[in-house]
């Protein structure tokens, strides 16, 4: 018997759509408010100050007023001392009931003539010192304020499909083709 058998397999057909996700992310809105510090110095640089007026006056470096003055006096202090001796002379002169020589004697004190020696530091004082200047610092802070508005990400998204059909559907077909009869002998 002679059959001749024809099969069709079936096929599926697969369409997909792979998933998609677009994200557009805005910045979000920053507001910066700043206020910068303020500083004030005021300042007086330092200053030395040396007085060294009474070291150069005992120095002998005086100023015109304080010579003049010193030199009055001492031109005074002279005259009274000269006065003093003028008179005493006289005195001894005058006296002549004492029957002293008193002449030659007055005559070797007015050439003889003291000299004192002496050793001495100078300045015997210390200079004045003082220092004047100053430094103010006023300072006031600063501020920043920092408003920060977030903005939301916009996110679509479209999922995957997979969508699966018959192409082909399968088949079999089965045909009597009848007796063969070379396959009977």
């Given at each position: ?9 079936g ?39 040396i ?6 006056y005992?120095s ?8 003049i ?12 001392e ?18 002293q ?11 003889v003539?003291d ?5 001495d530091?100078?300045p ?12 103010n610092?006023?300072?006031q ?17 479209t999922?995957?499909?997979v ?12 045909d ?10």
């Amino acid at each position: 018997m002679d059959i001749a058998i024809h099969q069709t397999f079936g096929r599926i057909g697969i369409d997909t759509t792979p998933a998609e996700i677009n994200i557009h992310n805005q910045n979000a809105d920053l507001n910066i408010h700043q206020e910068m510090p303020k500083i004030e110095i005021d300042q007086k640089l330092p200053q030395v100050h040396i007085d060294q007026y009474q070291c150069f006056y005992e120095s002998g470096l005086k100023n015109i007023f304080d010579l003049i003055h010193d030199e009055a006096e001492r031109s005074y202090q002279v005259g009274l001392e000269a006065i003093a001796k003028i008179v005493d002379d006289g005195n001894a002169l005058a006296s002549i009931e004492n029957h002293q020589n008193v002449i030659p004697q007055l005559a070797q004190e007015a050439g003889v003539e003291d000299i004192d020696f002496n050793v001495d530091l100078m300045p015997k004082s210390r200079p004045k010192i003082w220092f004047d200047g100053y430094l103010n610092i006023n300072w006031q802070k600063g501020n920043v304020s920092v408003n920060v508005k977030p903005q939301k990400p916009e996110i679509e998204a479209t999922r995957a499909n997979v969508s699966i059909y018959m192409l082909q559907h399968p088949s079999i077909k089965i045909d009597y083709l009848g007796q063969n009869v070379d396959t009977l002998i």
